[in-house]
T-cell receptor, first 114, second 113 residues
Framework: AQSVTQPDIHITVSEGASLELRCNYSYGATPYLFWYVQSPGQGLQLLLKYFSGDTLVQGIKGFEAEFKRSQSSFNLRKPSVHWSDAAEYFCAVGPRSNDYKLSFGAGTTVTVRA | DADVTQTPRNRITKTGKRIMLECSQTKGHDRMYWYRQDPGLGLRLIYYSFDVKDINKGEISDGYSVSRQAQAKFSLSLESAIPNQTALYFC????????????FGSGTQLSVL
């Protein structure tokens, strides 16, 4: 069965510091991979996605993620965090087919301190 | 105006009541989804629909039903609400043609007392 694990429930980071959020997945084959962000009171917004090709993908808001097949991981990074990055972040996986249903991780809440 | 609109934004109801959550979209997407979000569990898929005549159960469909009234409308019903259905519910859409991202509504916070 497919599953997505985000090991960190909550991360606190100082403004200007780097951020890394971990995501590991268990899937029958290499899935499509996504990171979504949920700001308070809002729906989820796509940050970035990996379908194929370069394993380092760039997203919006200065985020990037690296797909590592050998580790079944898709970790999200940002070199310098801004206060507006305080949110909840979700990793998601989906099948490489037209049967387009995503499975989400439990989420990581990021707090940014001044 | 939002591309994916959910109504109501908040709802408090009592155990045993019938509740309908509504979702409408202006994106012209064929595919629509209902998810629920619980703290520590992330989002779990309740039902999804790939077109008007297609309805599929997700991983947690028990206690829920849906209706796809039109391409743009997808409603979620709780026939007899129970307290463990208290959650944040999200509707989402996607475009079949590009296998692209999900577009989410702002959510409906449902509390069942």
């Amino acid at each position: 069965a497919q599953s997505v694990t985000q090991p960190d429930i909550h991360i606190t980071v100082s403004e200007g510091a780097s951020l890394e959020l971990r995501c590991n997945y268990s899937y029958g084959a290499t899935p499509y991979l996504f990171w979504y962000v949920q700001s308070p009171g809002q729906g989820l917004q796509l940050l970035l996605k990996y379908f194929s090709g370069d394993t380092l993908v760039q997203g919006i808001k200065g985020f990037e993620a690296e797909f590592k097949r050998s580790q079944s991981s898709f970790n999200l990074r940002k070199p310098s965090v801004h206060w507006s990055d305080a949110a909840e972040y979700f990793c998601a996986v989906g099948p490489r087919s037209n049967d387009y249903k995503l499975s989400f991780g439990a989420g990581t809440t990021v707090t940014v301190r001044a | 105006d939002a591309d994916v609109t959910q109504t109501p934004r908040n709802r408090i109801t009592k155990t045993g009541k019938r509740i309908m959550l509504e979702c409408s979209q202006t994106k012209g997407h064929d595919r629509m989804y209902w998810y629920r979000q619980d703290p520590g569990l992330g989002l779990r898929l309740i039902y999804y629909s790939f077109d008007v005549k297609d309805i599929n159960k997700g991983e947690i469909s028990d206690g829920y039903s849906v209706s796809r009234q039109a391409q743009a409308k997808f409603s979620l019903s709780l026939e007899s609400a129970i307290p463990n259905q208290t959650a944040l519910y999200f509707c989402a859409t996607s475009d079949q043609g590009t296998n692209e991202k999900l577009f989410f509504g702002s959510g409906t916070q449902l509390s069942v007392l």
